[in-house]
Nanobody
Framework: QLQLVDSGGGLVQPGGSLRLSCTAS??????????IGWFRQAPGKEREGVSC????????VYADSVKGRFTVSRDNAKNTVYLQMNSLKPEDTGVYYC???????????????????WGQGTQVTVSS
C-alpha cells in the first residue's frame, strides 16, 4: 500500500510563502500514477480540501479560499508533488495532509473519503 510523507510546514508571517512536499515513503511507487489531494485541518474544524491534481492529465482543482495563491504541481523526476503557498493568511493555519488515490479524477468538489492513502501531516502556522 502506498505510504506518503508530507513535509515543508513551519511558522511564517502573513504574506509569506511556504512550499509543502509529498513523496512516497517506499521506492518503486510512482506518484504520477495517483491523483494527489492536499487537505488541511484547523483546530476544532473539519478537514477541508485545498487542492487536487489528477494523474491522467494533471488537471488541477483549488478551493475558492486559496485560488490565485496556492499552486499544486508534480516533479516526476523527484517523485514529488508540491503545494506552493503564497500570500499566506492567518486563516491558512492548520495541519496539512497529502493524500493519494489511483482512480480519482480531480474535478469540482473532492472529499477526504475519496482518497485511500494519507501522509502524517505537517503543521503550517501563519502568525505575526
Amino acid at each position: 500500500q502506498l505510504q506518503l510523507v508530507d513535509s515543508g510546514g513551519g511558522l511564517v508571517q502573513p504574506g509569506g510563502s511556504l512550499r509543502l512536499s509529498c513523496t512516497a515513503s517506499a521506492s518503486g511507487l510512482t506518484l504520477d500514477w495517483y491523483a494527489i489531494g492536499w487537505f488541511r485541518q484547523a483546530p476544532g474544524k473539519e478537514r477541508e480540501g485545498v487542492s487536487c491534481i489528477s494523474s491522467s492529465d494533471d488537471n488541477t482543482v483549488y478551493a475558492d479560499s486559496v485560488k490565485g495563491r496556492f499552486t499544486v504541481s508534480r516533479d516526476n523526476a523527484k517523485n514529488t508533488v508540491y503545494l506552493q503557498m503564497n500570500s499566506l493568511k492567518p486563516e491558512d493555519t492548520g495541519v496539512y495532509y497529502c493524500a493519494a488515490d489511483p482512480d480519482l479524477y480531480c474535478s469540482g468538489n473532492f472529499l477526504a473519503a475519496d482518497f485511500a492513502s494519507w501522509g502524517q501531516g505537517t503543521q503550517v502556522t501563519v502568525s505575526s
